[in-house]
């Protein structure tokens, strides 16, 4: 599976990650585990946000090499 599909991928399961631990931490009433998930909502919403530029990153170096070799 090529770096692009594989990161597409990985953000796809980020997100979803994302919106299990938020619903989690609505649905429990004890304050330490609330914040907990908060918090683990918050790194998750961290690494999706590097995930993304990550691959906003390969997407703009591929278009570059796509457009280098149809030059040629």
């Given at each position: 599976m090529p770096t692009i599909s594989k990161?597409?991928?990985?953000?796809?399961?980020?997100?979803?990650?994302h919106a299990e631990l938020h619903k989690a931490s609505l649905d429990t009433i004890d304050p330490a585990a609330k914040n907990m998930y908060t918090q683990?909502?918050?790194?998750?919403s961290d690494i999706s946000k590097g995930l993304s530029q990550r691959?906003?990153?390969?997407?703009?170096?591929?278009a570059t090499i796509a457009?280098?070799?149809?030059?040629?």
């Open positions: 990161l597409q991928t990985i953000l796809i399961q980020a997100e979803q990650l683990m909502t918050q790194t998750v691959l906003e990153q390969l997407i703009q170096r591929q457009q280098y070799y149809q030059k040629k």
